[in-house]
């Protein structure tokens, strides 16, 4: 940790729209001021913005407003000058064809904002699982003071006596119907049980790993993670995040002090530990691209490989985020991560001091929850990333989410060129496919679905459900949900649309799975495998215009964070020239 705070008072980037006695001064003064201002607000004090991701139609945000005012509280009590400014939310559970492919254009819109607009410093309001990272994205591109304020998880959900997941148990209660084990009626009535508060998935899905993600990187106060959205205490978290980004300004403490490869192999571990989401993967990638840190699938599958997972959270285990808070939260489990030499100690946060000074003292409370290592769902968690001729660039499987038994197998390939032949086809009882057989997804990759859509996790076959199967071995270029189970090999590089070796798989294949040695392998030979690419041609669709053709246009693989290309990098953020 190297950071030395700079010296205060000095001119803050405000006072160039705001300093002086200029036309152009007086020119954006004065619009302010119908919003009953006082001059003095204008004096050099840090202007912080207040981005906020709160809408109707991203559920998990909607409450967002109300945090909104406690970091403005802590912003005034801190010598600031608070304004909140609405940005792109992206809901993954509203937004089509996915919010994947709107999460590059969330960051490029709001990194724009912050550099145009008159903040010294944000602080970054998310919640869902696209606005976490597409914030971090733009923070990183524009290097401002920030610091994230997540919304938290829902209250617990329960079903007859069960407790029930967010996400989780949707695709649990959907098999349940399909196998003939549960009505449609009883799932309906599932449904009332599945969201009972306010706040995101009460799993340990996307938004609850990436909440993590952000505070193991240090771009969020210690204890951020895991607060119940209606916890009071979550309203605390806010206030205080207000006041302390004050600071961070007059210190000038932006993300490329914070998010430095010590800190993405911290991120990296604690999702080992925690047994996060896949999605962390593209996200961290995207991240690390933006501020310039040299970080690769390899960096994941050497930081993450020998990590126990001791949070013992749905999908992988079988609470949910209101007892991992009640437990001690992520503070726990950085310091078993410390205690072990698996953290960097000295890595800065947004605290202002070292990550292991944040954790040190933090007491687990529930040994069930966080579990000793000797304990641990699977003592090899993280992300295994597979390589082999069918995954020349990579695709990533969860261990702690799929079945021992398939970890290391060969299967005959049953092949859906994409999303639409899958649904055609999966209930057709004629389809000939077991539970031996390797069910495999094409063209819904970043370019092809467009935007990676999470379907990863492909539902099974009726009559394979009816034996009482619940796992195959499943192979896409996709995402899954990070509520979401099984044995599924997801993003698999390079992409079917962009004529990786999975557009060319054929039914009758077989497809060899050997997650210990990490190897993905479809089993012909070299000479016909360069045979068939040479004869493929793209079948996927290509839009004409709009977004959807910049996005398809530049953006690059999963194996790199399926970021556009064009905004990778940190263009910092300059105060540009100002005539009115």
Known sequence: MTFKPATWPRKLRSQEWYGGTSRDAIYHRGWMKNQGYPHDLFDGRPVIGILNTWSDLTPCNGHLRELAEKVKAGIWEAGGFPVEVPVFSASENTFRPTAMMFRNLAAMAIEEQMRGQPIDGAVLLVGCDKTTPSLLMAAASTDLPSIIVTGGPMLNGYFRGERVGSGTHLWKFSEAVKAGEMTQAEFLEAEASMSRSTGTCNTMGTASTMASMAEALGMALSGNAAIPAVDSRRR????????????????????????????????????????????????????????????????????????????????????????????????????????????????????????????????????????????????????????????????????????????????????????????????????????????????????????????GNMGLPPKVLRKGITDMVRISDARMSGTAYGTVVLHTSPEAAAGGPLAVVRDGDMIELDVPNRRLHLDITDAELAARLADWTPGHEVPEGGYAWLHQAHVEGADTGADLGFLKGCRGAPVGKDSH
Request: charged share 25%.
């Open 236 to 455: 605390v978290m806010a206030q205080l995040s207000g006041r302390r980004i004050v600071q961070m300004v007059k210190d000038d403490l932006k993300p490329s002090d914070i998010l430095t490869k010590p800190a993405f192999e911290n991120a990296i571990r604690t999702n080992g530990a925690i047994g996060g989401s896949t999605n962390a993967v593209i996200h961290l990638l995207a991240i690390a691209g933006r501020v310039g840190v040299d970080l690769t699938l390899d960096d994941w599958d050497r930081c993450g490989r020998d990590v126990a997972t001791i949070v013992n959270l749905m999908p992988s285990g079988k609470y949910l985020m209101e007892e991992f808070f009640y437990a001690g939260g992520l503070p726990v489990v950085l310091k078993r991560l410390g205690e072990a030499g698996m953290l960097n100690r000295d890595a800065l946060t947004v605290s202002g001091g070292a990550i292991w000074d944040e954790v040190k003292d933090a007491v687990n409370w529930n040994e069930d929850v966080i579990l000793p290592v000797e304990k641990a769902l699977t003592q090899h968690g993280g992300i295994a990333v597979l390589r082999g001729n069918l995954a020349p660039k990579g695709a990533v499987l969860k261990p702690s989410a799929a079945s021992e038994h398939l970890l290391t197998h060969r299967g005959r390939a049953v092949v859906f060129e994409d999303i639409d032949d899958y649904k055609a086809r999966i209930e057709d009882e004629a389809l000939d496919i077991d539970e031996t057989c390797v069910m495999v997804l094409k063209n819904c990759g970043p370019k092809g679905y467009p935007g990676m859509a999470e379907v």
